[in-house]
């Protein structure tokens, strides 16, 4: 058993309400200088959707995650061999289309334009050459447009769904969409890692973030290619490769990463997870079928006289211990079941894990697309859902329905028992049902409801104390390099170095 800490992630999809705060927080600090202004380590999509950059979930474009290989895994598209074919020229690389071109506005002409009939107006230029561009694109540029043939139609979970449970998401009016935060998943099996050619990238053994070395880093992006996410971005201007880096100077300083910090929804939660890590290839390389059990059974209950004992050999301290005792993380993936990882079909492991949505409650949608909002009860069965069950599978369970199902179970399980307590106007009969069919209980569905609902800053984030003495990462004055550098790194990264 080699027990090692990750920080992980929940985020709660029903309580996002798509404001973009999270990813202007992310935006305003890390990403503000030249070469990154396309870059978005956090972004809000809407789905169905084809998100960002387009149709980054489609890996037989470009060819990300990894492959069963017999009894391992390979990376789809990078690789020695791989990447040595494709050193000129890569195919499946994102270009500047799939993300969008950044651009500003020429505010200069509001003050500076001469006298005329007409109202001044400040036209949009590139960020990139500095000309007027004709805007097209944007990193949410499909916000809310749910029902729209250029980007709902396109959405790669539709694969598996038939054409009456397509159009039920596509009416207009009755049109079902939800939105999906993403960021780095600090994957314990990262592509990224795996496929740089210089040792650039590394996860760090204190807590699980995953980082790249500027100064190693030689811009060869095949991490760009090899992240299924596309969470690794290319920066133009240093020719080096950027990402998400969980914005690990405020974690080692005890405070929430920016994103989180700012979500207006509350929908995020941090904690520390114990995990072992000689079960990773084993996970990696299982079937499909298996891998969402195989991906919950690596994480360890942090209770475990024998998860201390080894977790104390491995040199973690007690209080990281600690934290993941009370880490909110451990509770929704861990105890409660209701957080599932976004596709892991890809075989990265991920540690960002999401509660599904679920909303539209009522009505179904027949073979001839008309609604059926009849129901006996208040509380309409899962089965009677509009949004189609193959494809929440398709995000979070590799097709698996009936995983998805017991999440939904759950979640409404807790509805209906809230509102007997709080209302007291269902039967006794159908509360109880409930709960059996969600295999919940009163405490459990109340624990649920507390940390979904009324959670403090301080159960939402719970953040192991960082150990100087143990740390490879710890700077000092780390905002001295901001606008040049990004927090974190004191030498100008440039091409070349």
């Known amino acids: 058993m080699d027990i090692r800490s990750q920080v992980s992630m929940v985020f709660h999809l029903d309580k996002c309400i798509g404001c973009h705060t999270c990813s202007i927080a992310c935006k305003n600090i890390w990403t503000d200088r030249k070469g990154a202004e396309y870059m978005w380590w956090n972004n ?48 499946h690389m994102p270009v500047l289309d799939d993300y969008y071109e950044p651009w500003t506005y020429k505010y200069s002409d509001l003050f500076d334009a001469p006298e005329g009939d007409d109202q001044p107006t400040a036209r949009p230029v590139s960020l990139v050459t ?46 079902t969409f939800h939105y999906l935060p993403r960021i780095c998943n600090h994957c314990l099996n990262p592509a990224c890692v795996g496929s740089c050619p210089s040792g650039a990238l590394y996860k760090r053994g204190e807590d699980g973030v995953v980082l790249i070395n500027q100064e190693r880093c030689r811009a060869w992006r095949m991490c760009v290619t090899a992240c299924p996410y596309k969470k690794s971005y290319y920066n133009w201007n240093t020719g080096k490769s950027e990402k998400c880096i969980l914005c690990y100077p405020r974690l080692e300083s005890g405070q929430a990463p920016a994103c989180m910090h700012s979500c207006v929804g509350r929908i995020r939660y941090l ?80 540690n960002l894990f999401y509660v599904p949505p679920m909303l539209p409650a009522m009505a179904s949608v027949d073979s001839d697309g008309i609604y059926d909002s009849t129901t006996k009860s208040l509380w309409a069965g899962i089965d009677q ?79 192991p104390a960082a150990h100087r003495e143990e740390s490879l990462e710890m700077i000092e004055a780390t905002a001295d390099a901001k606008g040049e550098t990004g927090f974190g790194f004191k030498i100008r990264p440039a091409r070349g170095l």
């Open 44 to 91: 809000v999509e809407t789905k169905p959707g084809t998100g960002y950059p387009t149709k980054w979930e489609d890996q037989e474009i470009y060819q990300g995650g990894w492959v069963k290989n017999g009894d391992t895994v390979s990376l789809k598209g990078a690789g020695k061999l791989k990447g040595l074919k494709n050193i000129f020229h890569n195919p």
């Open 130 to 175: 500095g000309k007027p561009v004709d805007v097209q694109s944007g990193p949410n540029w499909d916000d809310d447009l749910s029902g729209s043939p250029d980007y709902a139609r396109n959405d790669v979970n539709f694969k598996d769904l038939s054409g009456p449970e397509q159009e039920s998401l596509f009416q207009l009016e009755r049109m």
């Open 271 to 350: 904690g520390v997870m114990l995990y072992d890590a000689d079960k990773i290839h084993e996970v990696a390389s299982c079937d499909e079928k298996d891998l969402v059990d195989k991906q919950m059974a690596i994480y360890l209950d942090p209770f475990s006289e024998e998860v201390i004992r080894e977790a104390r050999k491995n040199g973690i301290a007690d209080s990281t211990i600690r934290a993941a005792q009370q880490s909110p993380v451990y509770k929704f993936v861990k105890k409660w079941k209701i957080a599932l990882p976004l596709h892991p079909e890809f075989r990265t492991i991920p």
């Open 385 to 463: 859902y509009r949004l189609p069950m193959k494809y929440l599978a398709s995000l979070f369970t590799a097709g698996n329905e009936e995983k998805i199902k017991a999440v939904l179970r759950k979640l409404l399980a807790v509805k209906i028992h809230r509102r007997n307590e709080t209302v007291g106007d269902l039967p006794k009969e159908e509360v109880e049902e409930a709960l059996a069919q969600g295999n919940t209980d009163p405490k459990e569905a109340d624990s649920i409801f507390r940390l979904t609902s009324l959670a403090t800053f301080d159960e939402r984030f719970v953040i």
